[in-house]
């Protein structure tokens, strides 16, 4: 089984964290993980500008640089929404403009080996009990792409309920938007900001000491929201958690 690491853009520049924490979660389980050099954006940001051109290049990179791989793996909810609702319609569209339909064709052969994290855990190893320690409470965001795009499910919350120690809070309202949305966030920033302090509301309510979600978009959102209104609340990425363990904890001391 040859399986790639698909950091994506916001963990390489912002939350390295992230993706060391899935390299050692998926070797702790046996998995032998490979990262491509070649692997830039999936182009998630212009396309949903509105720049389908400008969005074939990097497809077409994402394709070459994952090509041979049985499993690409990424811990981003969003851009294997990316991969797999979007990435046929931009090779389709091309395709139908007369320019060739080898994009049409490379964007199909990495739809059903794009896998988001927890899905591949569950799906693919057909696991639930990774070995995790978390001991602290923990409430959960089904971030929009994971629960909408994706149909994540029970899915993250199977694998959190295994982890040693941690106890789950349900989060009120779960299910609704945090509000930033990508671009969505810059073009209405006041409705964002709403948005994300009704669910910031929610999180403090549960008492947590963490909030987790699949992507790290969101938890940028949620994380700087908690941060302006003095919350103690960490935002932490699922695969973090699921890779601390008794020997190598997750740092949370200067946390409840």
Not at 131 to 151: D, E, I, N, Q, S
Not at 182 to 205: L, P, Q, W
Not at 215 to 237: K, M, Q, W
């Amino acid at each position: 089984m040859r399986v790639a690491l698909f950091v994506t853009c916001v963990n390489d520049l912002l939350y390295p964290d992230t993706g060391r924490a899935t390299v050692a979660l998926l070797e702790r389980l046996g998995v032998d993980v490979d990262f491509p050099v070649a692997q830039t954006c999936c182009g998630q940001p212009q396309f949903n500008t509105g720049y389908r051109h400008e969005t074939e290049p990097l497809v077409r990179r994402f394709t070459a640089a994952f090509d041979g791989y049985d499993y690409i793996v990424t811990p981003s909810g969003s851009c294997v929404a990316m991969v797999r609702d979007n990435y046929p319609r931009i090779g389709a569209k091309a395709a139908a403009e007369g320019r060739g339909g080898e994009l049409a064709a490379a964007a199909a052969s990495v739809v059903p080996r794009t896998y988001e994290l927890t899905e591949f855990l569950v799906d693919v190893l057909k696991v639930t009990d990774v070995g995790a320690y978390f001991p602290h409470t923990v409430t959960y965001h089904p971030t929009c792409h994971g629960l909408r795009a994706l149909g994540l499910g029970r899915r993250p919350l199977a694998l959190l309920e295994n982890v040693r120690g941690l106890r789950l809070r349900e989060l009120e309202g779960a299910e609704e938007c945090c509000g930033f949305g990508g671009t969505f966030a810059v073009k209405n920033a006041a409705v964002s900001a709403a948005m994300g302090a009704d669910k910031t509301r929610h999180i403090g309510e549960t008492g947590a000491a963490a909030v987790c979600t699949v992507d790290n978009s969101c938890l940028t959102h949620i994380g700087g929201t908690l941060a302006r209104e003095g919350s103690t609340v960490r935002p932490v990425h699922i695969a973090e958690i699921l890779a601390a363990t008794e020997d190598h904890p997750y740092p949370m001391e200067e946390i409840r």
